[in-house]
């Protein structure tokens, strides 16, 4: 079985992908989940964003993506006021308290991620792979909330092949559901540094999360050697698809 993957970077300042449990005092996760994906390619293609159609849309041409740590992952936390657009409470002599208020973010900093991107719509896949490869999007990319501007790089289109696994260790570029692993599946190196979140997979267009899962990561952005189900690989390199 064969595959055709769009390869490319994106990358900025600041991120956040909060976490669905937070309320008060937003936390993010460490990755960027394989739902906010979907929003990024929705954002280069131009889908519509009326009624989530771009996630319909995008979910029908059979999308699957894989994503890489490229940056350690690094987190700072800053006070960023919050205003309050309702009841007229900014109208002259109106204004009372309660007008703005500050609240704690955490946010991920120096980001970059590879994403790996693959279709059944041969020719949505293949608009995708030309806008980012002369550097254009239809809407402005950001990394989880619209303040957060980021960027993106055409890296390569790969053919990736389906490989069974559960035989031997390989090393995986991408992160990693843990439903994936064999039972003995984890080879530990000294010195990386392993991460396993819980984070949204597959979302509705009602924006419904579908399915949760366990990911596995390398926060320094190194390989994870794994004894996997089945992987996709290049001769560079091995990820999982999602």
Aim: hydrophobic content about 40%; glycine content about 6%; charged content about 25%.
């Amino acid at each position: 079985m064969k595959k055709k993957v769009l390869i490319f970077d994106i990358f900025g300042d600041l991120a956040h992908f909060r976490k669905y449990y937070s309320t008060s005092s937003p936390v993010t996760f460490s990755i960027i989940p394989p739902v906010t994906v979907l929003g990024v390619l929705g954002a280069i293609l131009g889908l519509s964003k009326e009624e989530n159609k771009y996630i319909r849309e995008l979910n029908e041409a059979g999308t699957q993506v894989a994503v890489q740590i490229l940056r350690p992952v690094k987190k700072i936390r800053m006070g960023i006021n919050l205003i309050n657009t309702k009841g007229n409470i900014w109208v002259p002599k109106q204004r009372k308290e309660g007008a703005r208020t500050q609240i704690r973010f955490e946010f991920l900093k120096d980001v970059a991620y590879r994403l790996y991107v693959t279709m059944g719509n041969e020719q949505l896949f293949k608009q995708l792979s030309e806008m980012v490869y002369e550097h254009k999007s239809y809407y402005t990319v950001s990394l989880g909330i619209s303040e957060l501007l980021a960027d993106f790089r055409y890296v390569a289109e790969k053919e990736f092949i389906w490989c069974e696994g559960n035989q031997h260790f390989v090393n995986i570029v991408s992160a990693v559901p843990v439903e994936y692993l064999a039972a003995d599946g984890i080879s530990i190196t000294p010195g990386k540094r392993y991460l396993k979140e819980r984070v949204p997979l597959q979302m509705n267009d009602d924006r419904e999360v579908l399915n949760y899962g366990d990911l596995l990561t390398e926060t320094q952005g190194q390989e994870l050697n794994v004894k996997l189900k089945g992987y996709w690989e290049s001769p560079q390199e091995r990820i999982v698809l999602i």
